[in-house]
């Protein structure tokens, strides 16, 4: 991808986007703008790009009359009108909508016009474009790798690949793709020949990670921690459950989030209040009294809690102050404890985080996911 | 807005993409790239644009300096390096990273370079950029207000303000700003005299108002339905606790995203294994039997359980089928049960969503926390 841009809906713009997509790029992929209504003026913009006029498409009339008796809707004018067609668009088929896209061979480049509605844009892609795509251009341009680390930044890992880095030749391309808490980097070789390009990157790619701890290193082709957990989890077959208090429920959706989670997940404790700790996690009103919610004892007896109310071989516990109110000098904004059980080992850890509500959720989630991740795998390193 | 372009990590991209947008607007918005490592180019790319030297910016270094003794972290020289600025650039002072923005005035335009982190880049755009922008234009000044609507989407909200919108003068725009499970509609009125203007925007959006039935409105210049909630339960000194199953945890995080929601919201017991159902929240075995976890029976007893549970005034509970696995004939990926529950009222309603999961937990959560509200506040509607 060269580039992607969003222009506003006049023909002008539209022609001169498309003028300088043409001048970029072979392929052109449009979306947008091929509904009923008024402002929907991208066959027309395309018709005057081409200079090309337009032709009645029997099929897609066809096609739209069949929706519309399914349905027992009148056809308006103004769908019958979606059946013109730029005369040298050749015809996607569109099956989940009424306007179908359209793949043209102009000026020795490929456009593709799909509908900007999402789920009929990615039903087209998948079944049309893609497909034509690859047997137009009959070749594989790259292959990619990535490696999912958690537990140090961007400018640390950056430091650790620097010479490796250097020493890349110019087909060989690394990126930095930072997350919440988890950073992936992604190795591509660019080249003609596919089984070469496959080894010039499993050479580089395992280079990469002898630059690496191995305890950073949470997955290989791996999209985020929760995967990461939910596949370790898998793995040993065990069973979590979560007991939160300022993540108010955050490190539950990131774990559930991920399809096929009810394997490995049975269900959390949300505590935001102390007499939940006390009563549903059985955290004793003198740790409360004498240590405070948020401390190393409150998060250690909500895991081992977790472990029994929710009777689950591995619990996490989050503890923490997110603000913007709730600090006190000792216990500033943005300290969180977090805290891991299982039957034979009780571990927590202290993190400092900032002053943002919404980010200290969301990063004290992911360190949580992390921390339990080093206790199956890397227990030393806690 | 114009125009909006993503180009690629490479100096000639960069310019190139500055100089168009140069040819097309007044302010030039731009994000990402200002990071440690060697991908991040922007500053690079923005010197040699304006054909600018670096100094190095000592009051960025001291941030900084600051900020990694506090997290007791050794700073590489690649952070030092985010401290060199192009000589033109007016920094802004990024309070939540270690790359500030900066603000160029050349060629006769604004440029503002923000870091691509999403959470770094909303804050200066909230405190540092639209109040300079709004400084250095010193335009016609507005005023405006919005009203939040949850139960109806935005082509039935069009339709009923139709004649409405039609009788709007020049100066007095409507917008729809679509959420999920929810529609601010922001009425803003231009002009010199802000008196006037104040008294132009209340008779408008009064008369706005009485176009919509009121048990659509959950709150005006209110934000979110989380946030209307959380006010009609302050106000009316309840406390809330949820019972989850689908939304894995979602639900109670919209909640506790708004500062302040311990002061209402007690805790959630999120069952996503059936034993949770029973165990925690006392759902029998045999209504899980006999009319399964995706029931009204089941949802019902969740929240019914959840306030015994949690010992709370109000429950809300959800159960259904996220997908993408896990759907049936009788009860498809998307089928989701609501229920809410007082000490006197048990309501439950079936809403039926698609197929796409995180959607799916999403929605849900924006459905029951209307649910809540109208449970709360107009019983008679559900």
Redesign the interface.
């Known amino acids: 991808?060269?580039?992607?841009?969003?222009?506003?809906d006049s023909l002008h713009?539209i022609s001169e986007?498309l003028g300088?997509a043409c001048e970029k790029a072979e392929v052109i992929l449009i979306t947008g703008g091929l509904g009923p209504t008024k402002d929907d003026i991208t066959k027309k913009a395309l018709a005057h790009f081409f200079k090309t006029g337009f032709v009645f498409h029997q099929e897609t009339w066809e096609r739209i009359q069949n929706i519309f008796s399914r349905l027992g809707i009148n056809i308006t004018d103004a769908v019958r009108n979606q059946c013109f067609m730029p005369q040298n668009a050749h015809i996607l088929p569109n099956k989940l909508g009424t306007a179908p896209g359209m793949w043209f061979e102009e000026k020795g480049k490929v456009f593709v016009s799909m509908p900007g509605v999402p789920f009929e844009m990615d039903y087209l892609m998948e079944y049309e474009v893609i497909p034509r795509l690859a047997r137009y251009f009959d070749g594989t341009p790259s292959c990619k790798k990535t490696v999912l680390i958690s537990g140090e930044g961007?400018?640390?890992i950056?430091?650790r690949l620097k010479s490796f880095?250097e020493s890349l030749p110019e087909n060989v391309k690394?990126?930095?793709l930072?997350g919440i808490g988890q950073l992936r980097l992604r190795l591509s070789v660019f080249g003609d020949d596919e089984s070469s390009s496959k080894g010039e990157l499993n050479s580089f790619f395992e280079s990469m990670i002898m630059h690496l701890p191995v305890h950073l290193i949470a997955g290989i082709n791996c999209e985020s921690l929760q995967v990461a957990v939910g596949d370790i989890l898998k793995k040993r077959q065990l069973i979590l459950g979560?007991a939160?208090s300022c993540t108010?429920?955050?490190?539950?959706?990131l774990?559930?989030?991920v399809?096929?989670?009810?394997a490995y997940?049975?269900?959390?404790?949300?505590?935001?209040?102390n007499?939940?700790k006390n009563?549903?996690l059985g955290v004793s009103d003198e740790t409360l009294v004498q240590f405070g919610a948020v401390s190393e004892q409150t998060a250690i007896e909500m895991a081992k809690g977790c472990l029994e109310?929710?009777?689950v071989d591995v619990a996490i516990a989050v503890s923490g102050i997110a603000?913007?109110?709730?600090g006190t000098p000792d216990k500033p904004v943005g300290t969180i404890w977090i805290a891991a059980a299982t039957k034979s080992v009780r571990k927590a850890r202290l993190f400092?985080l900032?002053?943002?509500?919404?980010?200290n959720?969301q990063y004290a989630s992911a360190l949580a996911l992390n921390f339990l991740r080093l206790t199956l795998e890397y227990p030393e390193q806690i």
Chains 1, 2 share one sequence.
Not at 1 to 8: F, G, R, T
Not at 266 to 273: D, E, N, V
Request: proline letters at 5%; zero cysteines; aromatic letters at 6%.
């Open positions: 991808v060269v580039e992607k841009m969003a222009v506003s713009s986007g300088r961007e400018s640390a950056a430091e880095e690394l990126a930095y930072p979560t939160e108010g429920g955050y490190l539950a959706h774990i559930t989030s399809p096929g989670s009810s997940f049975k269900g959390s404790i949300i505590a935001y209040s007499k939940v009563h549903n109310a929710l009777n603000g913007p109110d709730g400092k900032g002053k943002d509500r919404i980010r959720i």
